[in-house]
């Protein structure tokens, strides 16, 4: 994709850059920062936003949302496997013969098998049929 068409956030890749022309534009870690103008913004140290005794419990949080941003990202990615998808698909089928074929206490549906090949003989009989007629 291109970085002009292909982005979900609105206005990225366009010139004159976002939505937000002229608003207060976020920083890095979300703080809203002053909008732009003729005027120098305050230099804010990060130490003196957050307190002292605080800082361990934000360290402890930020690597809490990395721990489940990483496993996160692990369950998506062998969701979308193809062969995790291939393997989903032949179990969901191989169970849905099963059901078909056999009784919840494992025997034999031999009536439904009976149907499933005479059918299968009708079908094989009048493609046969159809080809010999032309």
């Known amino acids: 994709m291109s970085a002009d068409t292909g982005s979900r956030r609105p206005g990225a890749?366009?010139?004159?850059?976002?939505?937000n022309k002229g608003k207060g534009k976020r920083a890095a870690g979300g703080r809203q920062r002053p909008p732009e103008s003729g005027a120098p913004a305050e230099a804010v140290e990060p130490s003196a936003v957050v307190p002292a005794g605080s800082a361990a419990a934000l360290e402890a949080q930020i690597q809490a949302r990395r721990d489940h941003l990483a496993a996160t990202i692990d369950e998506l990615t062998s969701r979308a496997a193809p062969k995790a998808l291939a393997r989903q698909g032949v179990a969901g089928v191989q169970a849905k013969i099963r059901?078909?074929?056999h009784t919840p206490e494992g025997q034999?549906?031999?009536?439904r098998l009976a149907a499933a090949g005479a059918a299968v003989v009708a079908l094989?009989?009048?493609m046969i049929?159809?080809?010999r007629r032309r």
């Open 13 to 19: 890749g366009r010139p004159g850059g976002s939505r």
């Open 99 to 101: 059901t078909f074929t």
């Open 108 to 111: 034999l549906r031999v009536e």
């Open 124 to 126: 094989g009989t009048a």
């Open 129 to 131: 049929w159809l080809r």
